[in-house]
């Protein structure tokens, strides 16, 4: 028997709808590059969402046909995110941090038939212009400038009126390419269901628990996964929006003159904007809480954030692939009377599934595998399955890489899973670092290095080595408290200290004594942890770790660069053109791939 309910389509529309009749007098406000604000309100990009369709449509876009865009976080791409599905077209916003020859490859793929460009990023568009077939380009600013006329003389131009019409909720609303840090970048394709189902389950309360209340920052960027979901989170929930436009300006001056109470953004962006927080936290009395992702903050840092300046930090963890929130770590009533180490030990962790994501942790083959318990020690590969979680990439058929025969997606993350549901990600499957025939973790190692408080960042990476396979070394940055120095080179070492005690020739010499000491005091502190073999050979000090397109540590650059400044030339391989090779050979035949 089936039940009575209604039954429509779950569409983007729906959420554009609701923000101008539930929410309309709130407002958007675009930080603008002369520090000036625009701003506006719901019902205001309402319209100006209507008009927009009607001048798309007008070009000559249709269902299916995929539009792509080219911008930072600003009113103007808002109203893109909005008019561009609901026509039944696809949204496909490009990575602004990948190079024109990476671009060229997505454009052509996904056959954009019209690109939006940012006027802040004009020129770097020409560059991938001369690359593309996609000749069909609209410009607009911030500013009025005769390069942007275009994008609001359409608007002036177009009806009002405009009547949506999305008669499937599984057609398709947007368009987005994995980073490619694991091989080529791939397309995932959302659906107005999976989009709006992802908004529900996200505004709950113990997810991003978003209100009308609210005044968000996103610092994600636009280009990046759907934003997170919160162009999308915000509307629906009536929360005010700040948007950073394409150069944020000091955070502590956006927090403190817009009232921000709710900010999300990558570790990295929350070290750096630190100090200035700090010093100025008598200004920030509405921040309340951080949504974290990409990489895990470490229980220093947020130690800071929560005893210092009384934000909340959560972490999230989750794949383009699904759209992109799996996981959420906020503090069980469980949790309350443990003290506030254990709690930042707590919320270090992934989080546990949001509502509506299935998680398993496996062994085995693609095809033949067991799994794994939830006690919190036994590691096994995540595969994920949920309404918002991508089925297959664009373009090609799902294989067994990356796709269960029975429909869950692996997502190639080793982590772990407490009886409470709280994960806690080891490493990547491709990123163990093999030595002596056992498997030394390089998330693991960060996440314990982040713990000590002269800390800032850490990468661990696995070199080749004649007598084990591959032996681990860290990179680390350390705390304003603990630097060296204020160096403005990105990859000058402040400090290279061995620690192989074999045969081998030293990889690096002791820069000085200071060097040394915290050396011996990061390797103390891993000792307490893990056995002797997993201790890495070789600290560096360097002032930044280099970051991929969506601000992770690109451990593959990392590696480059630190063979081209000779610290890895005492070993027995070296680097050409992204491969180790051996000292004598012909390095036309590489040995094998980068950790």
Not at 100 to 116: G, M, P, S, T, W
Not at 224 to 248: I, Q
Not at 311 to 339: D, I, N, Y
Request: aromatic fraction near 8%; include cysteine.
């Amino acid at each position: 028997m089936h039940g009575l309910m209604m039954n429509y389509p779950l569409t983007l529309a729906q959420i554009l709808e609701h923000a101008h009749r539930i929410h309309g007098d709130k407002c958007v406000q675009t930080l603008l590059p002369n520090s000036d604000v625009h701003r506006y309100t719901y019902t205001a990009l309402y319209e100006r969402v209507k008009r927009l369709a009607n001048a798309i449509t007008e070009l000559g876009i249709q269902r299916g046909d995929r539009v792509a865009t080219y911008a930072s976080n600003t009113y103007q791409h808002l109203e893109l995110y909005y008019a561009i599905p609901c026509i039944g077209a696809v949204l496909h916003p490009l990575n602004l941090r990948l190079s024109a020859a990476q671009l060229a490859k997505i454009v052509h793929e996904a056959e954009d038939k019209l690109i939006f460009v940012e006027g802040a990023f004009a020129e770097r568009f020409e560059e991938l212009r001369d690359r593309i077939t996609c000749k069909r380009v609209v410009h607009f600013d911030l500013m009025s400038t005769n390069t942007g006329a275009l994008y609001e003389k359409l608007l002036r131009e177009a009806e009002e009126a405009y009547t949506y019409d999305i008669r499937d909720e599984n057609w398709a609303m947007g368009l987005c390419y994995t980073s490619g840090t694991q091989g080529e970048p791939r397309g995932v394709l959302y659906t107005h269901r999976s989009m709006f189902l992802h908004t529900l389950a996200v505004n709950q309360a113990d997810v991003f628990g978003l209100t009308e209340m609210d005044v968000v920052l996103p610092l994600v960027p636009m280009f990046h996964a759907m934003a997170w979901g919160l162009p999308y989170a915000c509307m629906f929930a009536g929360a005010d929006m700040v948007l950073p436009g394409p150069k944020p300006t000091c955070l502590a001056d956006v927090i403190a003159e817009n009232g921000v109470t709710v900010a999300a953004g990558v570790p990295t962006v929350w070290a750096a904007a630190y100090p200035e927080l700090r010093k100025r936290r008598q200004e920030l009395s509405s921040f309340r809480r951080l949504i974290v992702g990409g990489e895990a903050m470490s229980p220093t840092l947020i130690e800071a954030y929560e005893a210092d300046l009384g934000v909340e930090v959560c972490h999230a963890w989750g794949m383009t692939e699904m759209s992109p929130t799996g996981t959420f770590s906020k503090l069980r009533s469980a949790h309350q009377g443990l003290s506030d180490v254990e709690k930042w030990r707590v919320k270090a962790k992934q989080g546990r599934p949001v509502p509506g994501v299935e998680l398993r942790l496996t062994s085995g083959t693609p095809t033949h595998f067991t799994e794994l318990p939830w006690d919190g020690e036994t590691v096994g590969e995540v595969q994920v399955r949920s309404p918002w979680t991508a089925s297959r990439y664009y373009k090609s058929e799902p294989t067994r890489e990356y796709f269960t025969a029975d429909g869950w997606l692996r997502t190639g993350d080793l982590a772990t899973i407490d009886p409470e549901g709280y994960m806690q990600i080891v490493d990547r499957a491709k990123a163990l670092i093999r030595s002596g025939g056992e498997s030394i973790s390089s998330i693991a190692l960060e996440t314990v290095l982040l713990r000590h408080p002269q800390v800032l960042e850490a990468a661990v990476v696995g070199v080749p080595d004649e007598k084990w396979g591959e032996r681990p070394i860290a990179v680390v940055v350390l705390t304003p408290i603990g630097a060296v120095s204020n160096r403005t080179d990105t990859l000058k070492p402040v400090g290279v200290v061995s620690n192989r005690t074999d045969t081998l020739k030293p990889v690096g010499a002791v820069s000085n004594r200071t060097d040394t000491d915290l050396a011996g005091a990061l390797i103390q502190h891993l000792t307490s942890e893990f056995p002797k073999f997993w201790i890495p050979d070789q600290f560096v000090f360097i002032d930044e770790i280099p970051k991929t397109s969506v601000g992770k540590s690109d451990k593959r650059a990392l590696l480059e660069r630190l063979a081209s400044q000779n610290l890895l030339e005492e070993r027995e391989m070296f680097l050409s053109n992204g491969k180790w090779v051996a000292k004598d050979s012909d390095t036309s035949e590489p040995k094998g791939d980068i950790s």
